[in-house]
């Protein structure tokens, strides 16, 4: 079964909008950057992801700026992901300093 990854940051307000730019187009790029360790071909399936535009005003204290969503094959894929790839690594790195908050969620579609 498919695996959801959510992705949610509040960039830090000092952080300039190109730098901002450029870090989510970089987080975008690991579907296809980020490669299996067997096949060596991208594993992510799919990748999408913006700035936050909800006119709801309900973003955790309105502190979430941007939000992504990864979508995994099955849970190995999303672990490899999280905990070994060395590129996803590299990016996570590329971010200290920008980034104020980070939160993740996780689900399988329709286990409750």
């Known amino acids: 079964m498919s695996i959801t ?3 949610l940051f509040q960039f830090k307000s000092e952080v300039a909008a ?3 730019r450029d870090a989510c187009e970089r987080m975008l790029a690991l579907k296809d950057s980020c490669l299996h360790p ?8 799919s990748a999408s992801g913006g700035k936050d535009n909800s006119p709801e ?4 204290s309105n502190c979430i700026t941007h939000a992504f969503v990864l979508e995994f094959a099955c849970a190995a894929d999303r672990d490899y992901y999280v905990q070994s790839d060395p590129v996803h690594i590299a990016f996570v790195d590329t ?3 920008l980034v104020e908050k980070a ?3 996780d689900f399988t579609d329709r286990v409750f």
């Open 5 to 7: 990854h959510i992705v």
């Open 38 to 45: 067997t096949s060596q071909q991208p594993y992510i399936k």
């Open 103 to 105: 939160q993740v969620v």
């Open 57 to 60: 005003g309900i973003q955790a």
């Open 18 to 20: 190109e730098v901002v």
């Open 95 to 97: 971010l200290d300093g």
